[in-house]
Structure formats: structure tokens, C-alpha cells
């Protein structure tokens, strides 16, 4: 744990459902995690797709 910064992370899938990889997003304590969560949450969404071959 670092102090001064607030962190999400999401497992990326690949075609069997095991994760394959992370993905994370690191920011100072001044942004809003709320809004940066749901754009994790869609990105994770895309690559999984993408590494599943879909």
C-alpha cells in the first residue's frame, strides 16, 4: 500500500475464463475513484471480449 493513492483493478480473461492478466488504474486521492471505476469495469469488459476471441 502506497500513501497518497487510490487504486482499481480488474482480472482480464482469456478464452477458458481464467484471468490471463490485470489491469489497474493508479491516481492521486483527488480523483473521483467512482467515476474511474466504470471506466476499468468497460475497458476490462472490451479486452476480455478481445482475448476470448469475440
Not at 480488474?10 to 478464452?15: D, F, S, T
Not at 493508479?26 to 467515476?35: G, K, N, Y
Request: hydrophobic residues 45%; aromatic residues 0%; positive net charge.
Amino acid at each position: 500500500m502506497a500513501s497518497g493513492v487510490c487504486c482499481v483493478a480488474v482480472a482480464l480473461r482469456g478464452p477458458t475464463g481464467a484471468p490471463l492478466a490485470s489491469l489497474s488504474l493508479v491516481t492521486d486521492p483527488e480523483h473521483s475513484l467512482d467515476r474511474l471505476v466504470g471506466a476499468v469495469q468497460q475497458t476490462e469488459r472490451i479486452l476480455s471480449a478481445a482475448l476470448r476471441g469475440r
